[in-house]
């Protein structure tokens, strides 16, 4: 911590350099463990290629349909033991996590059935795919019914209300992870479990969805090992490693991931798909997502025990268990929100020069500040700092390669906050 200190020229009497060496003592134990984690799940993974026997072959491009692409079959398999899942669906196709959530839903709600939310309102890409915000194409317009549980009264899911929910005409259950731009917390695994369990003993055919965005290799196990059918994600995010330059991924029954495939391709068409840059950095952004996703918490741990320690209201405590990487810290202003997403977008390695303004990002309701000095556009595995520009200006960091690199970012917005 010393040595960023100088590097940056921040007094160590100064109100941020007490505070951030408090910070760095409180949170060593937290940082040691956090390691001792990402080494396991790292191990995890490298049994996986081992067992697949992952060769330089299978990074060659396809081209054309991609049949027979061997890579992307031993790419799936790796994927399906990491996640725990009986098949998966990796493809540069998949455009986002919110297209790989939508391929879900459309793959297994039907009209005339319903889809039950069971942690409250949903992220807010996904009310378009819900066709709850005005849009066109969702799927109410399609004959699907959409039922939302919302929140207990301290923003935890309401496990009686969702039972009353769910009924016969009940196709899908889904369940967002992170807390998005909500007041809840990422969803611990074994909450998670809670709900797959209520869920199934009320309708066994539910199909039990889970947004793991933000989620994966921050615990031991992945939302398959609790009874999701279905998890999806993106892989500019954690899976990713931050070497993965697009794409999306399904993991869970096989035969649902076969149905969600056709609709990513088309019917009877489920095993084509041609990989024109071959699948190397998926394979390698894979087998470094353990350790990424562990600098990306090391530098959430720090984020929160330093802005508390400055008076600010964080989520969750630098102490508290987590379940995905993001850390929210609430400015209460305007000015301070900007402040502080600017501060980040100048302590990124690309594009430093640049000042994030608000904007109407497509998919959103309200007006969206973002900073993203990153190597891959939208990569928040990468050091990333967003936030609805309303009250009470809640920033939400997540992500960073390295935590040296989170750490320097957040000692200068505490500067230019706290100065």
């Known amino acids: ?83 725990g899942a009986e098949a998966a669906l990796v493809r540069p196709q998949i455009v986002s996590g919110t297209h790989a959530i939508a391929l879900c839903l459309w793959a297994t709600a039907h009209p005339g059935t319903t889809v039950v939310s069971a942690t409250g309102e949903p992220y807010e890409t996904v009310k378009s795919i819900l066709g709850i915000a005005g849009q066109e194409n969702g799927l109410s317009q399609a004959g699907v019914k959409y039922v939302q549980v919302n929140l207990t009264p301290d923003n935890k899911p309401d496990l009686r209300l969702l039972e009353e929910a769910i009924t016969r005409e009940t196709s899908v ?34 199909v039990c969805i889970v947004d ?9 196990m992945e939302p398959n090992a609790v009874g999701a059918d279905l998890v999806a994600g993106s892989l500019i995010k954690n899976p990713g490693g931050a070497l993965v330059p697009t794409g999306g991924y399904v993991a869970g029954r096989a035969d649902l991931v076969r149905r969600v495939a056709e609709r990513l391709i088309a019917p009877g068409c489920a095993d084509v798909g041609p990989s ?49 990487i993001i850390q929210a810290i609430k400015l209460g202003s305007k000015e301070k929100l900007l402040k502080f997403v600017r501060e980040v977008q100048r302590f990124s ?68 906050l706290f100065a």
């Open 1 to 83: 911590m010393r040595n960023i200190m100088a590097e940056l020229d921040i007094d160590e009497s100064s109100p941020v350099g007490k505070n951030a060496l408090s910070a760095a003592r409180d949170i060593a134990p937290i940082w040691h463990a956090i390691s001792a984690a990402a080494a396991r799940r790292q191990t995890r993974v490298l049994l996986a290629f081992k067992e697949c026997r992952v060769s330089t072959e299978h990074f060659a491009p396809s081209t054309g349909y991609g049949y027979g692409d061997r890579g992307r079959e031993v790419l799936e398999a790796v994927w399906s033991k990491v996640f």
């Open 173 to 206: 259950v889904l369940i967002q992870r992170s807390g998005g731009y909500s007041p809840r917390k990422a969803l611990p695994l074994g909450e998670i479990g809670r709900i797959v369990e209520k869920a199934k003993n009320r309708n066994p055919r539910a």
């Open 212 to 220: 793991n965005c933000y989620g994966e290799f921050v615990n031991d």
């Open 276 to 324: 024109p840059m071959g699948f190397r950095h998926v394979f390698q952004g894979l087998f470094t997502a353990p350790h990424t996703v562990g600098e990306a918490l090391k530098g959430a741990v720090f984020g929160a025990r330093l802005f508390e320690l400055l008076g600010l209201e964080v989520r969750p405590r630098f102490d508290e268990e987590r379940s995905d």
């Open 349 to 416: 390695p690309v594009d430093s020069h640049v000042t994030p303004e608000p904007w109407q990002m497509p998919g959103y309701q309200h007006e969206v500040v973002m900073a993203a000095g990153t190597f891959v556009q939208g990569s928040s595995i990468e050091l990333s700092a967003d936030a609805p520009v309303i009250s009470p200006y809640e920033v939400y960091l997540q992500g960073g390669i390295s935590a040296a690199h989170v750490v320097a970012a957040l000692l200068r917005a505490a500067l230019t």
